[in-house]
């Protein structure tokens, strides 16, 4: 064995140990969080970037709208403060839209590290702040000031002593400031442990900087994607998708290039920039078009900066996905989390055998507020999100998967926490039966999901909800799935967006949607249908 060929071990070994860092570090944000949307949901990054600002790992844990747009975020940091003036124990954050990851509830925390005296590397990390103030989550805003507390690029800690004054600001600005100081804490910590866990790993291996197992990071990462494009055709691909939007329907419109080793996606054709908080930071709009093409091209190859460099992705300024600050954009995963299916009808038309039918997409958060009886935070408020998702599409070889969150990946709340944290009462949560858009792959089964207060109370729903107007398409003579229904037992059907009361002694019914088919329903395995058929996923003679 050469020299050469050890030098390749030990480098794969410690691309490795870089992963492994990043994932001690998003346990540790996981295990200390106080939302239960991050420590129950994982809706949360982590990862670690060389002196240059390039993300080198990222936390498997975690979803790809926070990662992919904190891989940016590390660089806006940069420019705003100087890494020569920096010192051991220092912290920085934000919670900026366009230089974070895409509204005002997820703080992003970035912490130098330094080993031997030198500066090496930095952490960041990113979880979802259940409420920040303002009007809460959800798409209601007609402007960013209505939405909550904005964290300029600020510093949070100076040679590791917090600044009070940024934290009892933080506190002043939410609902729930027991649990928002706290996850402050957690981000902070699950920083310091990467960097201890980085300090050891460059010790055991001999080294004093990253600065070589970043280029070799890098330069595998890109040319393996670079590889994979190259065996795609070359040319333009289009798909179009209207979606509910808030005041009026949302035309999604993109043009996917291949060439020369790079994919470009250009959003040219879509809606303006609207009125309500439906609109997406440019930040979001590549972290989520990123991912979809990432899934379909090259989905073995770790996410970094070498990786994420073979997409180009555009939006024209002043469009719903390219929005302008002061821009209302606090439902921002409502649009954004639909691009891959974007990606998936360009590609499908030259590798269909590779890319699923359109899910329900955006996740169907419930958020709700008011009184509690619950004394977790110092207050009589209540405020949470309980995670829900639909169905994803029907793959090429299986069928869509049901109630899951693709592609956020963010984990459904279970029932016991929800309670234990709110006064909710869940009468019910299941499977909804005939959901699912037929198909020779079925797509994923939605929900059936219904509530009321525990304490006899009204309570505030800020209802962030697609695909109830416009639900996922099959294709190629798949059916479409089920659109989502939100209403009130035996009573009035609500709006999908808005914030909307429950009152006392009303039951709230959530129907969330189906994933699209896939091929011709006539040319489904008659095993599978049977399955289906017993499992009262769809009736007999469906």
Not at 457 to 473: G, I, N, S, T
Request: proline share 6%.
């Amino acid at each position: 064995m050469t020299d050469g060929s050890l030098d390749e071990i030990r480098s794969q070994i410690l691309w490795n140990r870089l992963i492994a860092v990043v994932e001690d570090q998003a346990t540790v944000l996981l295990r200390t969080a106080f939302s239960p949307i991050v420590r129950e949901c994982g809706d949360l990054s982590t990862g670690v970037f060389d002196v240059s600002g390039r993300m080198l790992a990222q936390a498997v844990t975690g979803t790809p709208g926070h990662v992919n747009s904190m891989a940016a975020a590390v660089g806006h940091f940069l420019n705003h403060f100087p890494p020569e003036t920096m010192e051991e124990g220092d912290i920085f954050i934000t919670n900026d839209p366009w230089m974070g990851t895409g509204h005002l509830n997820d703080f992003t925390l970035c912490t130098p590290c330094f080993f031997q005296g030198q500066l090496v590397a930095y952490f960041a990390c990113t979880s979802h702040i259940t409420d920040v103030g303002g009007l809460g989550t959800g798409p209601d805003g007609t402007d960013l000031h209505m939405e909550g507390l904005s964290i300029p690029m600020l510093k949070l800690a100076s040679r590791g002593k917090m600044d009070s004054t940024a934290l009892a600001f933080i506190r002043a600005n939410t609902r729930q400031p027991v649990e928002t100081e706290g996850d402050v804490y957690s981000l902070a910590a699950c920083n310091d442990v990467g960097c201890e866990r980085l300090q050891a790993t460059l010790a055991e291996f001999g080294i004093d900087n990253l600065e070589g197992i970043a280029a070799f990071v890098l330069s595998r990462s890109e040319a393996a994607v670079e590889s994979a494009i190259k065996e795609l055709p070359e040319g333009t691909w289009r798909y179009a998708m209207t979606v509910d939007g808030y005041e009026e329907p949302i035309t999604l419109n993109a043009a996917l290039q291949v060439a020369g080793g790079r994919v470009n996606v250009d959003y040219f054709g879509t809606s303006e920039q609207q009125r309500r908080a439906i609109n997406v930071p440019e930040i979001y709009t590549a972290a989520y078009t990123s991912f979809g093409l990432a899934c379909a091209i090259a989905p073995e190859v770790p996410n970094n900066a070498g990786s994420l460099g073979c997409y180009r992705v555009s939006a024209p300024v002043g469009t719903v996905l390219n929005a302008r600050y002061p821009a209302a954009v606090n439902s921002r995963h409502i649009i954004g989390q639909i691009l891959p299916d974007m990606v998936f009808g360009c590609l499908a038309q030259i590798i269909p055998d590779r890319v699923p039918a359109e899910g329900a997409s955006c996740l169907w958060n419930l958020t709700f507020r008011g009184n509690t009886d619950r004394a977790v935070n110092d207050a009589k408020l209540f405020t949470i999100t309980a995670v829900t998702n639909g169905g994803t599409g029907a793959r090429p070889q299986k069928d869509g998967l049901s109630a899951t969150a693709y592609p956020s990946g963010v984990r459904g709340t279970p029932v016991e926490i929800n309670e234990s944290v709110a006064p909710l009462l869940f009468h019910r949560k299941e499977l909804r039966a005939g959901s699912a858009g037929a198909g020779r792959t079925r797509g994923g089964l939605g929900q059936v999901i219904e509530i009321e207060s525990a304490i006899g109370a009204d309570v505030e729903m800020l209802a962030a909800f697609d695909r109830v107007k416009f639900p996922a398409r099959g294709r190629d003579g798949g059916k479409h799935g089920a659109p989502g229904r939100v209403f009130i037992a035996g009573g009035r059907e609500l709006q999908p967006k808005g914030t909307q009361t429950v009152k006392a002694g009303e039951k709230l019914v959530i129907f969330t949607p189906g994933g699209g088919g896939l091929g011709p329903p006539s040319e489904r395995d008659p095993a599978a249908h049977s399955d289906d058929v017993a499992a009262g996923y769809v009736a007999n003679g469906d």
